[in-house]
Each structure stands twice: as structure tokens, then as C-alpha cells.
């Protein structure tokens, strides 16, 4: 497939912000920690930063409070907007969804739509099958809607992503993520401006997605078009909540709360959110090498000088023992995130959780791989092969159906 056809298109139009508010989730060591918002702060450069208001000084808040702010926000929202079945569980939003029920009597342009949305489904799906085989598969035990929600959403994800990592990223300015955005708002309300915009158009009028998830990926785009180093790890969670948490939160209200979980919603989204974050600092040290060639390091640069490294040492790409112990704690830190993932996933809707063991357990071997190439990931690309991609498929599987009866 062309990526240039799916990708090439360039949004119109202006922007809007996002908002961050306050609390937290797991400290920048992957540690659970629950305070409130009198509480006292752990470590970190930046959390202990003053923020001066006038006459009078304020704790700065840290990344990881604005982003549980945002993870209570959508936890309320879902619990808000989800029409709840007697069980409680979340199912469509008939309301919004009627437009396009094709079981209802419709005029010719209404039948016209449904067909162009059936199409626009289907190109979803096969673009997931193209660039997320393993992915694609797990969802198609979902049901159909929910299926082609993720799907919508998977391509929305890719195609922000492409803005800045892909073949026309050079000519992308902030005026054509300001445009990309005003284009999620328009779909939002309704005005899809292509295909793909119409299919996560109907589907977030479906399910009680909100907005905000999506806007701070596009946010985390616009991070990536300014910046290429990041002082402390509190700069770099921010980052990761932008590109990838937000997609953690986006995916939760389709792939629904087990109606038998006794988890809370919040904390169902909080394994989300660390699902995320683990994605992404996993991409991170898989891709040092490809990174500092473009100039990139996500690496914390309080971090790599408290381990005795620079951006040099990462530009002469020498695997030395300074490195592979600093790469240690790299590896230890992002394993922390996932196992906070791991205790969420049994609080989702059964037929959510294969793919998403499916995509933890592959993911999480990314680490084991940067490990097994001796902390090389200046000239090695980790990756998983096909027979343990292969033998992760029935773990995960066990996995999902172990949840089933925890939760029950
Ligand atoms: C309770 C619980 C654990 C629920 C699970 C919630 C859930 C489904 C979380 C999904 C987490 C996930 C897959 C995050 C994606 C993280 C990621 C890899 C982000 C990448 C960003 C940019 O990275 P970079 O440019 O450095 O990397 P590349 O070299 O370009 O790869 C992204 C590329 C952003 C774009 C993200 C996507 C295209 C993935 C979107 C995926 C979905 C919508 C489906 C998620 C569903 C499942 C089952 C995995
Ligand atoms: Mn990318």
C-alpha cells in the first residue's frame, strides 16, 4: 500500500489547546504511589521546581500529576457518558449511534453513507493488517463495532504519527498539526473530511471517547517538531503520555469495562495509561541508534550524566560497561510500567483482553531482545521473531481467560 494515499493529506484550518490538570500514578521509577493533592513530592528536579504566581510560590506540578488529572477526567467521563446495561457495562451510545444504525429505516443518502462507511471500515482494517498484523488479529475476536472502532482509531494513530515520522515530514510546520487538529474537532462534531476521518467520526460517536486523548497526541507531535532532548524523566513521561498513553486512553472506552471487574474504572485506565508509557520507552531504547542519527536522544540527559554519558557517547554508538549498566536501569523502568499495565488488563471486557496481553507480552520481549543483543541498540534493531511472536499468541490467550475467572 501507498503510504503517500493514506498519509498525504493535508488538514485545513486552525487549533485549539489542551488542558492538564492535577494528581499522579506511578512515580518516575514505575513505583505505584497514591497521595493526595496535599502530599509531598518524591526525587525529581522538576517536581520540586518552584512555579511563581505573583507574590507567592507553588510546587510546580510534575508530568505524572497533570497526567493522572487527565486519567481521572476520562475515568469520570466514561463513567458519565457509557449507557450502562443492567450489568453496568458500557455499551453503545444508541443516541448518537442511530444515524448511521443500518437496522433502521434509512433515505437513499443515508444508505449511501452506510456504504461509504462499511468501505471506510473496511480500508481501517486492512491498513491495521498491513502495519499490525499481530494487532489486527487479536481484535478480530472483538465484536464487529468494537473491531472497528480500535481500528479507526489505530489508523487516526498512525497517520498523526506520519505526519512527523513520515515521508512528508518535512514540510510539516505546527500550522499543519494546528490544521490536523481543528480536523479531529470537525470529525468530532460530525464533519469528517476523508474516509478514515468518517469511520473514527461514527465510532467515537459510539462509544464515550473523548477529545482530549487526541489532542494531546497531536500535542506530542508538536513536542517532536521542537524539541530532541529532554532534561529529566519527568519531561520525557510527559512526552510518552502525549505520543503514546493518550492511546491507552482512547482505546479503554471501546474495548469496554468488564461488567464482573471489581477494578475501578480509574485504575483500569490508569494500567492503560502505564501500557502506554511502557510502549513507548521500549520504542525509545530499541531505537537509540536510528534516533541519534537524526539528531534525537529521548534519553534523560539528568540520567545519562549522573551514569557518566553524553549525547557523544551516544552518537559513537560504543557499547562499553557504563552503557550497558545505564541501559539496565533504562530496561528495569520500563519493565515497572508494564507490570503496572499487567494488573488492569483482567479489568477489561473479555474479548479485549487477548489482543492486549497479545500486544504487552510482544512489546515487553522488545526489552529482553535489547538485552539478549548485549545492550547493542546503537547498530541492532531489537525485535521479536516469528516463532516467539508465535508462542505469545496462547500465553496471552491463558492469560486472558486466567483474567476472566480473577475477576468474576
Ligand atoms: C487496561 C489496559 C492495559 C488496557 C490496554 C489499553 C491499550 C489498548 C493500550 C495500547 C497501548 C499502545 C499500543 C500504545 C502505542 C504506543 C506507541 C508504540 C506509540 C507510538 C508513537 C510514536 O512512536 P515513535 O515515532 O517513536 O515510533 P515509531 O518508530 O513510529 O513506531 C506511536 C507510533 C503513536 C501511534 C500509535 C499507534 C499507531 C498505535 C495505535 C494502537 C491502537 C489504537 C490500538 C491499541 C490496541 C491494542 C490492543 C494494542
Ligand atoms: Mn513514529
Redesign the pocket.
Known amino acids: 500500500m501507498s503510504s503517500g494515499v493514506l498519509w498525504g493529506v493535508c488538514p485545513k484550518e486552525t487549533t485549539t489547546t489542551t488542558t492538564l490538570l492535577l494528581s499522579r500514578l506511578v512515580n518516575r521509577n514505575g513505583v505505584p504511589i497514591r497521595r493526595s493533592k496535599t502530599c509531598s513530592f518524591s526525587s525529581s528536579s522538576s517536581s520540586k521546581a518552584l512555579a511563581f504566581s505573583g507574590t507567592v510560590a507553588t510546587p510546580a506540578r510534575s508530568s505524572e500529576e497533570k497526567v493522572y488529572q487527565v486519567v481521572l477526567k476520562q475515568a469520570a467521563l466514561v463513567r458519565e457518558q457509557s449507557i450502562s446495561n443492567n450489568n453496568g457495562n458500557i455499551t453503545h451510545n444508541k443516541d448518537k449511534a442511530l444515524h448511521f444504525n443500518p437496522t433502521v429505516e434509512t433515505t437513499t443518502d443515508e444508505s449511501t453513507n452506510w456504504d461509504l462507511l462499511k468501505d471506510a471500515f473496511n480500508r481501517c482494517g486492512e491498513v491495521?493488517a498491513e502495519?499490525?498484523k499481530t494487532?489486527y488479529l487479536?481484535?478480530l475476536i472483538m465484536t464487529p463495532e468494537r473491531r472497528k472502532a480500535?481500528?479507526a482509531?489505530?489508523?487516526?494513530?498512525?497517520r498523526?504519527?506520519?505526519l512527523?515520522?513520515g515521508p512528508n515530514a518535512s514540510h510539516i510546520t505546527p500550522k499543519a498539526l494546528d490544521r490536523w487538529e481543528q480536523r479531529l474537532s470537525d470529525l468530532f462534531e460530525g464533519r469528517p473530511f476523508d474516509m478514515y476521518d468518517a469511520a473514527l467520526s461514527h465510532a467515537v460517536s459510539n462509544y464515550p471517547v473523548d477529545i482530549q486523548p487526541f489532542r494531546d497526541?497531536i500535542e506530542?507531535m508538536r513536542l517532536?517538531l521542537r524539541k530532541s532532548r529532554y532534561r529529566n524523566f519527568d519531561e520525557l513521561y510527559l512526552y510518552c503520555y502525549y505520543?503514546?498513553?493518550?492511546?491507552?486512553?482512547?482505546?479503554?472506552p471501546v474495548?469496554g469495562i468488564s461488567p464482573e471487574s471489581k477494578a475501578s474504572t480509574e485504575s483500569?485506565?490508569?494500567?492503560?495509561?502505564?501500557?502506554?508509557i511502557?510502549?513507548?520507552l521500549?520504542?525509545?531504547l530499541r531505537?537509540v541508534g536510528?534516533?541519534a542519527r537524526r539528531g534525537r536522544v529521548?534519553l534523560p540527559q539528568d540520567e545519562l550524566a549522573r551514569a557518566g554519558l553524553s549525547d557523544e557517547d551516544i552518537f559513537r554508538g560504543k557499547v562499553t560497561d557504563k552503557w550497558r549498566s545505564f541501559m539496565k536501569g533504562q530496561i528495569k523502568r520500563a519493565r515497572m510500567f508494564f507490570d503496572e499495565?499487567?494488573?488492569?488488563?483482567s479489568?477489561?471486557n473479555s474479548a479485549?483482553r487477548w489482543?492486549?496481553w497479545?500486544?504487552?507480552l510482544l512489546?515487553r520481549q522488545i526489552l529482553d531482545s535489547i538485552e539478549a543483543n548485549d545492550y547493542d541498540n546503537f547498530t541492532q534493531r531489537a525485535y521479536v521473531g516469528k516463532a516467539r511472536k508465535f508462542l505469545s499468541l496462547p500465553v496471552a490467550y491463558a492469560r486472558a481467560i486466567m483474567g476472566s475467572s480473577q475477576t468474576a
Not at 505520543?243 to 479503554?252: E, I, K, R
Not at 483500569?268 to 502506554?276: D, F, H, I
Open positions: 491495521c502495519y499490525a494487532f487479536g481484535t480500535v481500528w482509531i489505530y489508523v487516526w494513530c498512525r498523526t504519527d506520519e512527523v515520522d497526541m506530542g517532536d505520543v503514546a498513553g493518550t492511546v491507552g486512553l482512547m482505546s479503554v474495548m483500569v485506565y490508569n494500567a492503560a495509561l502505564a501500557l502506554g511502557a510502549n513507548q521500549t520504542n525509545i531505537d536510528e534516533d529521548y499495565a499487567e494488573k488492569g488488563v479489568g477489561l479485549s489482543p492486549v497479545a500486544s504487552l512489546y
